[in-house]
């Protein structure tokens, strides 16, 4: 099985922030990555696929990027519905894998 | 735009048995990979299986080997995941979700339903 492993856990940010979150493959995968979403109560929902590829309907502040083994999911100008969870799941191989989640909150 | 609606969840004992089913609509539903994914009551997300179209493969999480199987009714665009020897670390909501193809692979989740509850215990 491929671990991925999320850092940070949680992080506090303001309106207008940039906040990275960061996904460790325990093993390359490749560009197989993608971003998801998830708020309280909620289905998550697809952000990025491919490391880098914005699903249709989300907007640019989101950006993803890295390879192999290490992946970063960027948030510029944080806006009040961007505070959720946000995980990261690998696609290279079955058992298919998220990342254990990084919950954005206001700061 | 594609609905997943989820059924089936309920309040179970250990060792008993559950359905659940998910009725898909607005898309060409027997041409798509479909999913099941699940979430424990404030964990994250843990794949619990996959199904290629016309069934040809099944794939399944380690943690659920052998004791559950999904299926699909193309005609009736409707997936299953059949769940037995339930046990209390199978508490969780199970989301039904749609995947896309992707250089010729399908296992990332473009849509998913609401999620059913599925609770286990004495």
């Known amino acids: 099985d491929i671990q991925m492993t999320q850092s940070p856990s949680s992080v506090s940010a303001s309106v207008g922030d940039t906040v990275t979150i960061t996904c460790r493959a325990a093993?390359?995968?490749?560009?197989?990555l993608a971003w998801y979403q998830q708020k309280p109560g909620k289905a998550p929902n697809l952000l990025i696929y491919?490391?880098?590829t914005l699903q249709s309907g989300v907007p640019p502040r989101f950006s993803g990027s890295g390879s192999g083994t290490d992946f970063t999911l960027t948030i510029s100008s944080l806006l009040p519905e961007d505070f959720a969870t946000y995980y990261c799941q690998q696609s290279k191989s079955f058992p298919l894998t998220f990342g254990g989640g990084t919950m954005v909150d206001i700061k | 735009e594609v609905q997943l609606l989820e059924s089936g969840g309920s309040l179970v004992q250990p060792g008993e048995s559950l359905r659940l089913s998910c009725a898909a609509s607005k898309f060409a539903f027997s041409s798509y990979v479909m999913a099941w994914v699940r979430q424990a009551p404030g964990r994250g997300l843990e794949w619990v299986s996959t199904i290629t179209e016309t069934s040809g493969d099944r794939f399944y999480a380690d943690s659920v080997k052998g004791r559950f199987t999904i299926s699909r009714d193309d005609s009736r665009s409707t997936l299953y995941l059949q769940m037995n020897s339930l046990r209390a670390e199978d508490t969780a909501v199970y989301y039904c979700a749609k995947t896309f193809k992707l250089r010729g692979t399908a296992r990332n989740f473009d849509h998913w339903g609401r999620g059913t509850p599925v609770t286990v215990s004495s």
């Open positions: 491919d490391v880098s």
């Open positions: 093993q390359d995968i490749g560009s197989w």
